[in-house]
Structures are given as C-alpha cells and as structure tokens.
C-alpha cells in the first residue's frame, strides 16, 4: 500500500530514519501516486540515495540498484543472452537430429536464457515490487541515457529478440545525479524533479539526533554549527550530511564532548576530503570557525 497524503509519506520517511522538508515530501508523494519516476538532483552528500532505500524498506518492496559509471552498456544495465546456455542447446538439438532451424532459433531465445541484469529485474512480471535506483545517472555516457526512455515512459524494456517485457507493477523509480553533467531534456520530462540541498542547522541536527543518537546535545550543536559555517568557504567539495554524521561519530570515539582546536585539526580528514581543503582550514580558520559555531550553539 502506497501512502494516502504527503502527510504519509513524510511519516513513512521519518520511520525510516530520513528527517524531508514538506517540498521534498510532497514531491516523493507525487511520484508514487501519479507513478512517474522521481529525479533528484543534487550535491554528494545531501541524502538523494538515502530516499530509494528508505522507501524500499518501508514499503517492503525490493531494491534493485544500478550504479551508472562511464561506459555502461545495455548489456549490464538491463539484459544479456546466456551464450554459453544458448550454444548447449544447439549443440544438444544438433546432437538428437533436430533440422528445424526456425524451431530451434525461436528456442535458444526463450524466456530461460534472457539474463535479467538491474533494468529487467525491476519490472520482472515474475518477481515481487521494487524500487529502482538509478544512481549517478550523470556518470553515465550521454548515449545510455537513450536506453532508459522506453523503462521510464511506459515500465518496459523491448528485446529484439523475445518481444517487450512489461512490469505487472510498475516500480518506484528513482533517479539520482550529482549534476557532474547535464542530464538531457528527455530524461527529465518523464520525471518529477527535485533539488536534494543541503540541509538547513535545524534539520541537520534533526538528522544527527536520528542517524547519531549518542552524540550529547552540546557537541552536536557545535558540530552542526561548524559544518554550517564551514560550507560558507570556498573549498573544492564541501561537506555533506553523511560527513557531518562521520564526524560526530569520530569525535565520540575520542572522548570529545566539545569543539576544541587540537581535535578539529586532527580529525578535519573525516570531514573533508581534499588536502587542499584540510589545509586551508587547519589551524587559525578552524580556530575561528569554533568560536563561531560555540556562539551559535550557546
């Protein structure tokens, strides 16, 4: 069962741990109940993958995940023949005076030897519901995105050689890019869109007090702070939400139970991510960023 109202699906989010604004609640409920792909765009880090797994564990539903990297092809993505499988066939019809060549190519491209790979399973008619993940759309090349028109439009993948497979239900489809590249027009008129942000100091640390429980209430304001305040900087990638979580986590671990220079200098690398960055903040910037966030947080 889908959720009835946007105040549902927001419910159904937070019960799996995902703390949404009503636009981004609104639009995910959107998506499921006028059963168009959902497209999130956004930074690394801001929670757009998170959504697909929420939803998949609240609704009982499986999660078939494609991870999109240069030079992904049709054959990993959605569907591939047993060649192996097909030529042991031939070989045994072959072998038991078979002659009916029509016969025996509509045999080898039966149903059994089709390789369902991420695309296929998820509007296998045979399989239970799934929610797809399409993740890092933006990875892809250009060219792939074509092959996803078809799936998005209608839930189905056509086989030249079998015939079109449609989804008995269609799958929740989610889409994520960290906007490395422009997704084209296509793609995105067959989508409702959102723009994944990063979280404003509020519900930052609504997500910190979900995802890192044991974190003491004055050292998860400060860290919160800090990390509002450090994504004012010019850095080259600026901390996500997964970040700011890893490094409440890694303070705990150190016994710390509030912001001091020392420990955001030894720690800056769970944070950020490039030397560069570590090295701009390091020391007299991360000495000016506390005094910031502790007077935030008083």
């Known amino acids: 069962m889908l959720p009835a109202t946007v105040a549902d699906t927001a419910a159904l989010l937070a019960d ?14 959107l998506a499921m109940a006028m059963r168009r792909p959902l497209f999130l765009e956004g930074e690394p880090g801001t929670g757009k993958t998170e959504i697909a797994k929420v939803l998949a564990g609240g609704l009982k539903r499986r999660l078939v995940r494609l991870q999109c990297y240069d030079g992904l092809d049709l054959a990993a993505a959605a569907y591939e023949w047993d060649h192996a499988r097909q030529l042991m066939a031939i070989r045994i019809a072959e072998a038991a005076g078979e002659a009916n060549r029509a016969t025996l190519a509509s045999d080898i491209y039966a149903r059994e030897f089709l390789q369902a790979r991420p695309l296929l399973s998820a509007i296998d008619p045979d399989l239970p519901p799934a929610v797809l993940l399409i993740d890092e759309l933006d990875r ?45 027009d296509a793609i995105r008129r067959r989508c409702l869109y959102h723009w994944v942000d990063y979280p404003d100091a509020r519900r930052e640390r609504q997500i910190l007090a979900r995802k890192a429980p044991g974190v003491p209430d004055k050292l998860a ?78």
């Open 16 to 29: 799996g741990g995902y703390v949404a604004d009503t636009a981004l609640s609104t639009t995910v409920h």
């Open 140 to 184: 892809a090349d250009e060219p792939f995105e074509a092959f996803l028109l078809e799936l998005l439009a209608d839930f189905q993948i056509t086989v030249p050689e079998y015939g079109t497979i449609h989804a008995s239900e269609a799958p929740i489809v989610v889409l994520t890019s960290n906007r490395t590249r422009e997704v084209h």
């Open 221 to 298: 304001a400060e860290v919160v702070a800090f990390v509002q305040r450090l994504r004012t900087e010019d850095l080259f990638k600026l901390p996500g939400v997964a970040e700011t979580i890893d490094w409440a986590a890694a303070l705990m671990h150190l016994n710390q139970h509030e912001l001091t220079p020392g420990a955001v200098d030894e720690t800056l690398g769970v944070l950020l991510k490039y030397q560069d960055d570590i090295a701009r903040i390091k020391g007299g910037e991360a000495a000016r960023l506390i005094g910031e966030a502790r007077a935030v947080a008083a």
